[in-house]
DNA sequence: CGCGAGTTTGACCTGCCTCAACTAAAGTGG
DNA sequence: CCACTTTAGTTGAGGCAGGTCAAACTCGCG
């Protein structure tokens, strides 16, 4: 229930996801309106931030860590619904319970507004509202595309296509080519990445050291994956649109 | 790749999906402008609406019929990601190319904009943005509401969560109570189904089966269903939210 | 050192898939 | 009007991917 202010006051223009966030698309003046009702908390890993049916009275922009928003049936079976990475959104404006739990995977820091305010303030400035449409669509794709994950993949493809998920975007992929292997750390539990995937953890772990075997990926230590070949990796997902690259 | 053009033209005001589409707040006014840029267009059941990957130069609404959004992976799986009903949007503005295959699942008629017109549109009038924002943030909670049924439901609980839903609009509930039968056609066929549940065709049949046996619902040769009991139906369907009226 | 959380691995089991045969209803055309 | 095809659905038999249960391993930490 501890509560971690880390951020005393930090300005708009120095914060790091200036230009990803709901903010992204806000003038100078719109900008310090929503830094006059802003303010910053922190949760530690493993804190619930939001419970499924409680009044939601604010909303926000994750800053840095990880969140997941998660379902859960009366007999405790769970499905993660959704990741929330560095300048996603948490929160819908004209809507008042929340449908989900959201969960700190990791300690995270969030920049967050009273609802009402944030309501009015976005009422006036089509910037905001547009920003929210264009982030709110962004993520509705990424929720069709996992339907087809949970729905049609193979426990395999499923391990394979969040691997390349993370892989996309944790590591800064871009700068370099193809081959160059990339790294990063998985910033989920066995368990939390059965829950995203519709498996169990058992299954998760078994896929995990299959694909090591086949030298699709390497470990170091329980955490740390390296992708010799992406190209491979998103073969393994059944994504394969063909890298890019590849053509 | 015929088209029937069903509807000459219609007054906006007379349209029966003008209270829940995107036109819904529109004053007046505005709604001389749609009135302006729209034109009805049909489709068979079966035609395809849109490609994946193609140019989308147009957006709409569903007037009547249902429309389905589908991924297939190249070696034929294929996964629905949203059922479209009438007064649900499709298209996105801000967008070129569609992520998903639009298909005309019975035989439907929209209402449709020239993407450009309408984007304009949307920048002058908040109405319209304000209103497409409230339903794509709806769209995301069912799509996340699909995602714990792809997960995590056993084959018999995908089958009865699919009953209620539709039965849920498609029957119009409200005006009886908890006990009078409900009475509806499935708009979809098993394949269908089974493309919406992340199952096959022969597993919807023998569920669908099974839920009969039971008496869960009761069948009038192969589409019509009813369901004498409401509460039992959701119970199979592990959503147990209990219904409202047990409580 | 001993504990516990996270993970791996094994052995077995089952729910759903696969393949296949069959039925029902609805055209189609001679 | 009746054989023939087509399309949608049902049902059965058998196999396998992933679930379940259980044991052991790793590693950080008090």
Redesign the pocket.
């Known amino acids: 229930m501890t509560q971690i202010f880390k951020i005393d006051h930090t300005n708009c223009e120095d914060c790091p996801i200036r230009h990803r966030a709901v903010c992204a698309n806000c003038d100078v003046h719109e900008l310090e309106l929503l830094e006059g009702i802003k303010y910053y908390r922190s949760f530690e890993a ?1 804190q619930t931030i939001i419970w499924s049916g409680d009044q939601m009275n604010f909303v926000g922009s994750v800053v840095s860590g990880i969140a997941s928003l998660t379902q859960t049936m009366e007999d405790g079976r769970t499905q993660m619904v959704g990741l929330l990475l560095p300048s996603d959104f948490v929160g819908r404006p004209g809507r008042d319970s929340a449908p989900y739990d959201v969960v700190a995977t990791t300690d995270i820091v969030m920049c967050c507004f009273r609802k009402k305010p944030f309501e009015e303030l976005m009422g006036a400035t089509p910037h905001i509202a547009h920003r929210l449409l264009q982030m709110t669509l962004d993520e509705l794709d990424a929720a069709r595309e996992w339907m087809l994950v949970l729905g049609r ?6 391990i394979a296509s969040l691997l390349s998920i993370i892989a996309r975007r944790d590591a800064s992929i871009g700068q370099n080519g193809s081959s160059s292997p990339i790294v990063f750390d ?1 910033p ?7 829950d995203y ?13 299959a694909l ?2 086949d030298e699709i990926i390497l ?1 170091e ?3 740390r994956v390296s992708v010799p070949d992406m190209g491979r990796l998103m073969e393994e997902a059944g994504d394969d649109s063909d890298g890019g690259y590849l053509v």
């Open positions: 493993g993949k193979t426990a395999r493809e499923k998985l989920l539990t066995r368990e939390a990445m059965a995937l519709g498996l169990t953890l058992e299954t998760v772990s078994r896929q995990i050291s090591k075997k470990l230590g329980k955490r």
